[in-house]
């Protein structure tokens, strides 16, 4: 019991800080202002790590990439830790079990991205029905454009309410289906277990 409390909180703390990275990745591909609230959370939070991390990783293409290796590698400690404990020793973590931590990294890194995704859009479409001049409406709206942009041209307004964000949660989902079938079968091939 003592075991899965203390991975309860690893799984908190780690999750929170690889959100606030990739939340920090999404807010520089979308170009969304970090003057707020949130943007202002976000730097505070990830500023230790990744102001060290740019000078030995630059962004290219738009993408902060030292923010994303430091959300993968928040991910693959993690996923070392976990199955280092379920394993019962970290000397299981052999050459070939590392292959293992990164697939399952890179597997929990492209999940909690669309989680990610998913609470944008949920809080977006909140604000734009309840209070679309709210002071965060806007930077929801930015960080959620570039997702429902292509779908909008696909689907049509139904009475003047936009469906897309609803497309969109039901790809959403479809891709964590995915993603968590493609981890459990990972999960055998990983030599320690």
Known sequence: MLTQLLLQILDWVFGFFTVALLGRVLMQWARAPFRNPLGQFVIAV??????????????????????????????AMYQGLLLGVVAGSSGALAATGLLGVILLALLALLRLGIYLIIGVVIIGALFSWINPSAPLAPLFNILSRPFLAPLRRFVPLLGGLDLSPLVLLLILQVMLTLLAGMQQALLPMIPWR
């Open 46 to 75: 990830t500023d230790w790590a990744v102001i060290p991390a740019r000078r030995l990783i630059p962004s290219a293409f738009g993408l902060d990439l030292a923010s994303l290796a430091l959300a993968w590698l928040a991910q």
